[in-house]
Nanobody, 123 residues
Framework: VQLQASGGGLVQAGGSLRLSCTAS????????MGWYRQTPGKYRELVADSTEGGITNYVDDVKGRFTISRDNAKNTVYLQMNSLKPEDTAVYYC??????????????????WGKGTQVTVSS
């Protein structure tokens, strides 16, 4: 499995960006797709994730501002980021935990990360 993320960039505070991440390879379905972020000297933290069935989870400081969504047919996860703040500045990484290779297979751990996309919010 490989993940390709896009959509980062430079935006002013209060602006919006939309990140996309597409998984490629032999995939029938994906369990959890998520977005994490990391700043220099800090641990990578979960921003939001979504199960195959659409159950979502957000870190507290993005609730009400960020929305995660998935297109399971395209193996793609999106992160719509609104009302961006300078403290949202980070490298954002997408992640996949488990996949199924076909409809009859068990879940397989892949724990795969995308390369990261820089999001910079200026004040």
């Amino acid at each position: 499995v490989q993940l390709q993320a896009s959509g980062g960039g430079l935006v002013q505070a209060g602006g919006s960006l939309r990140l996309s991440c597409t998984a490629s390879g032999t995939i029938f379905s994906i369990n959890v797709m998520g977005w994490y972020r990391q700043t220099p000297g800090k641990y990578r933290e979960l921003v939001a994730d979504s199960t195959e069935g659409g159950i979502t989870n957000y870190v507290d400081d993005v609730k009400g501002r960020f929305t995660i969504s998935r297109d399971n047919a395209k193996n793609t996860v999106y992160l719509q980021m609104n009302s961006l703040k300078p403290e949202d500045t980070a490298v954002y990484y997408c992640h996949v935990d488990k996949i199924r290779l076909n409809g009859g297979s068990l879940w397989r751990d892949v724990d795969t990360w995308g390369k990261g996309t820089q999001v910079t919010v200026s004040s």
